[in-house]
C-alpha cells in the first residue's frame, strides 16, 4: 500500500482523532479520578440500571470489553452488578459512591466539552457529531 494512500486512511485518521481527543478529555477529567473511557458508562448509568447487553450496544463495544472497562469501577464501588430477576442478564446499576462521582467530573468534563467545541466552532462541532453518528450507523447497518 503506498504511504500516500494510507495517509486517506479512514480508520487510520479516526483512530490518531480519537487518541487525541481522549488524550484531552482524560487530562480535563484526572481531578476526578476518572478517565474518559469510563464516564460514558457512568453516565449512561445515571438515569437507570440497565442490562450489560444494552449498555454494550449502546456504546457500541463487545461484552468482554465492556467486562473489562466495568472491572474497575465495580472494585471502586462505583458500579454495582446483579443477576437479573428473570433470565441470565446481568442489570448494571449506579452506585450513590458513583453518583457523587458523576457529579465531581461532571463540571470537568463541560469545561472540556465547552473548549472543545469553541475550538472548533459550533456548525462544525455540529456537523462533526452528525457526520460520526451517520458514519457509525451505516456502517453498523452495513455488518448486519
Not at 440500571?49 to 467486562?67: E, Q, Y
Not at 463540571?107 to 459550533?122: C, F, H, I, V, Y
Request: proline share 5%; aromatic share 6%.
Amino acid at each position: 500500500m503506498p504511504f500516500a494512500e494510507y495517509q486517506h486512511c479512514l480508520c487510520f485518521n479516526l483512530r490518531r482523532a480519537t487518541r487525541a481527543i481522549t488524550q484531552y478529555y482524560d487530562h480535563a477529567l484526572a481531578g476526578s479520578g476518572l478517565r474518559a473511557t469510563q464516564l460514558p458508562i457512568l453516565a449512561r448509568l445515571a438515569p437507570g440500571p440497565m442490562t450489560m447487553s444494552d449498555l454494550a450496544a449502546w456504546l457500541g463495544m463487545d461484552r468482554t470489553t465492556l467486562v473489562r472497562n466495568l472491572r474497575p469501577l465495580e472494585e471502586a464501588n462505583y458500579v454495582a452488578s446483579a443477576p437479573r430477576a428473570r433470565g441470565r442478564q446481568l442489570e448494571l446499576s449506579l452506585t450513590e459512591e458513583g453518583a457523587a462521582l458523576l457529579r465531581k467530573a461532571y463540571p470537568l468534563w463541560k469545561e472540556a466539552q465547552t473548549s472543545l467545541t469553541r475550538s472548533l466552532g459550533d456548525a462544525r462541532w455540529a456537523a462533526l457529531i452528525a457526520d460520526l453518528a451517520t458514519a457509525g450507523e451505516t456502517i453498523s447497518a452495513g455488518r448486519n
